[in-house]
């Protein structure tokens, strides 16, 4: 069952979705053969078929397969014109359960990655260095399925100030804590466990939805995503809530030393709601994101038992959306009461489909793919599914563009804006062009 133990993920709304799509799942006590150990290849083409194709170890037990009739369905149907073709070139492997891999900005070219047990290992040169960057273990809780080390995300004025911040659930209660860390005598390669000053903790119910992204806007705040404080169908109506910070986006200045300050023009500043929040209603936003290029924030809300959605907030919104948890889940009525002005998803995509746990990823500003330049890229944990999102015509159009067969905790972008995608199994791949 260790196998069902993923990062950020919703084990009940998975095993909700396993035991439709296949029983076998169940019998087999895992999500899918682990295909890093020698049976992923280097390069995963980018049709579907030619993954397909490839020899899995047990087909029996890997969700990712197509339910049987799904191919046929397509047969039956005009080819999907698809405007990008892409695949996935591995960067590395040998990571522990590896959640997120973000950069530094700082001109170096390194790539960190997240190991959830409280790691954060450096890729230099195209190698792994042995020696982590970060190691919390002796703080981190990392017990249960969506516990752990969550998020990474470096000061802008890293290069000068060497400031860096981390989000994880801590020991021994699993409460969620944001800390402020510095280098060690300077190095990009070695921060500095004794440095922590601990800036917020949100004591947390339950040990599923801790939540995860942390990153800066392009307005310089820290952003932090929350979730709802699990169990299930927010028992506490936690997210609706503007007295707690669970179901969440916070927005935080760390811009001076000491503890966070509040930015004076969040949305609840000067009104009843605290004044940490920056958009509520979210069930367990695992992965959210802004497109570098226009500062759109991306936040996919992972669902409950049917829908897995994905929400747009534009550039320039003075926050406090409302994005519905728990009265709707996605576009579908889930709960009792009021989501007031609710927001509703620009793209969803339901269990029946398919897929159990979204994972958001960003907005194509790489040199790699050109067709795939201002496209939306996210992903399903279950399925390996990779769907780009654009505007077309007015509407808004998402095409599944990969069947990767692995387990997506995270993608993540490098200065240059390549796009990359982390599979739990334990390595992280680059997105390229499939010719
Ligand atoms: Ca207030
Ligand atoms: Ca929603």
Redesign the pocket.
Known sequence: MEQWQTGGFDLSAYLRGAVTVLLLVLLGCSPAPPPGQGTAPDQVGGQAQEHVQNPAQEPAQEPAQEPAQEPAQEQGQPAPRKPVRIGLQKVVDGLERPLYVTHAGDGSGRLYILEQPGRVRVLEGGALLETPFLDLTDRVLSRGNEQGLLGLAFAPDFRESGVFYVHYTGRPDGRTVLSRFRLLDGDPRRGDPSSEEVLLTVDQPYANHNGGALLFGPDGYLYLALGDGGSAGDPGNRAQSLDSLLGKILRLDVSQPGPYRIPPDNPFVGRQGRDEIWAY??RNPWRISFDRATGDLWIA?VGQDAVE?V?LQPAGSPGGEN???RV???SRRYGQGEAPGAV??VAEYTHAEGGCSITGGYVYRGQAVTGLVGTYLYGDYCTGYIWGLRRQDGEWRAERLLDSGLNITSFGEDEAGEVYVVDRNGAVYRIVAAD
Request: glycine content about 24%; charged content about 25%; proline content about 8%.
């Open positions: 209603g979210l809300d959605e929400n994005y519905g948890w709707w889940e996605g509703f998803p």
